[in-house]
């Protein structure tokens, strides 16, 4: 399976570059800053943070940004991600598992860390039955 492939190290390197990520959040109103870091089958890892606005539907996770970053540079498939708060295990919300969905199925290995702990689950350990359209065009 899949997920055998990734060791201990990869996951700290992982949980070390979303750590990072989380430094540049902007997150003026909520104070929970998030970092996700995203390793792509090739081995790249895209991180992400979250954004907030004053306009608060516009905010967007830092789950989604990494995505949208890999997506928008022609990646499709991906390993792992790691998603991290300093203090309160940061779990994705739903639009942001859905997202993971639409690309992964439920196989990638999604990492929840703190500064103290950390979760490793799968992605359908987090969205049992996700939706996806039976044909895609791309
Ligand atoms: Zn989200």
Known sequence: M???????ELINNLIAQAKCAANNAYAPFSKF?????????????????????????LTICAERVAIFKAISEGEREFIAMAIYNKEEKPYPCGACRQVMFEFNGGDMLVIIATDHSKDVLTLADLLPKGFKLAKTNC
């Open 2 to 8: 899949l997920n055998q492939k990734i060791s201990d």
């Open 33 to 57: 800053k998030v970092g996700a870091a995203l390793m792509t089958k090739s081995g790249k890892v895209y991180t992400g943070c979250n954004i907030e606005n004053s306009s608060y539907g």
